[in-house]
C-alpha cells in the first residue's frame, strides 16, 4: 500500500533563506506527484506537478524534483517570505484515475 | 480560472441527521473528489467519481454516499451523521487528461460539526 511522509512536520526559518522540503513515498510506480499549499482553514492549491517521467518542475520561486527509483520528492523554495508561510502537501498519483494520496504534511512558518 | 464551489463553509448538525454537502465545478471536468481532512490523519479519500452517475469508494467511504446526476455536480451524503464524522471535507475536480494539465482543483471546503 502506497504510503506518503513528508519531514519534518514543521519548520520556522527567518525571512530570506532557501530552504527545502521533503516528500518521500513507498511505491513508486506512481503516474505523477504534486505539491499543494494549504492556507489555515482554507482549500488546497496546487503549486507544481511532475510527470513519472519527469525529473523537475519550476514556478517562480519554486522548484519541485522527482527521484522515482528512491521514491522521493523535494520542493525547493528560494528567499522565503512571510506571505509564504503555510502548510505544503505533497501527493501521488497511483495512476491516471487523479486519485491522490497525501502527505501529512510540512506546516511552515517564515519570519520577518 | 477554474472554479471548485462547495455550498458551505461551516455547518453545524446534530447526531442522526441526514446532511448533504454539495460540490459544483465550472471547467467541465470528467473527475470529481470528495475527502476529508483530520489532524494527524492528513487528507483521506472518501469517494471519487469519473463520470455522470459513476462512482467508486475511496479509502473511508464507509457512512457516506454520494451522487453525481450532472456532470457539474458531486454531492456528498451523510445517511445518518455521528459525532466522528465532525472534521473538514474537501472536495476536489480534475479534467480526464494527460500531463501537467491534469492537476487537481480544490475547493475552499466545508467544516462540519456533528453535535
Known amino acids: 500500500k502506497q504510503e506518503v511522509t513528508q519531514i519534518p512536520a514543521a519548520l520556522s526559518v527567518p525571512e530570506g533563506e532557501n530552504l527545502v522540503l521533503n516528500c518521500s513515498f513507498t511505491?513508486?510506480?506512481?503516474?505523477?506527484l504534486q505539491w499543494f499549499r494549504q492556507d489555515p482553514g482554507k482549500g488546497l492549491t496546487s503549486l507544481l506537478l511532475i510527470q513519472s517521467s519527469q525529473r523537475e518542475q519550476t514556478s517562480g520561486r519554486l522548484n519541485a524534483s522527482l527521484d522515482k527509483s528512491s521514491g522521493r520528492s523535494t520542493l525547493y523554495i528560494a528567499a522565503s517570505q512571510p506571505g509564504d508561510s503555510a502548510t505544503y502537501l505533497c501527493a501521488v498519483s497511483p495512476s491516471n484515475t487523479g486519485k491522490l494520496i497525501f502527505g501529512q504534511g510540512t506546516t511552515l512558518q517564515v519570519k520577518p | 480560472d477554474v472554479k471548485v464551489t462547495q455550498s458551505s463553509r461551516y455547518l453545524v448538525k446534530r447526531t442522526g441527521e441526514k446532511v448533504f454537502l454539495e460540490c459544483v465545478q465550472d471547467?467541465?471536468?470528467?473527475?470529481m473528489f470528495w475527502y476529508r481532512q483530520d489532524p494527524g490523519l492528513g487528507l483521506r479519500l472518501i469517494y471519487f467519481?469519473?463520470?455522470?452517475?459513476?462512482?467508486e469508494k475511496g479509502d473511508i467511504p464507509e457512512g457516506y454516499s454520494v451522487s453525481r446526476e450532472k456532470k457539474e455536480r458531486f454531492s456528498l451524503i451523510l445517511e445518518s451523521a455521528s459525532t466522528n464524522q465532525t472534521s473538514m471535507y474537501l472536495c476536489?475536480?480534475?479534467?480526464?487528461?494527460?500531463?501537467?494539465?491534469?492537476?487537481?482543483?480544490f475547493g475552499a471546503g466545508t467544516r462540519l460539526s456533528v453535535l
Open positions: 476536489a475536480s480534475n479534467p480526464l487528461t494527460q500531463g501537467v494539465k491534469s492537476i487537481q482543483y
Open positions: 471547467m467541465d471536468h470528467e473527475n
Open positions: 467519481s469519473y463520470d455522470v452517475k459513476m462512482k
Open positions: 511505491d513508486s510506480a506512481i503516474y505523477n
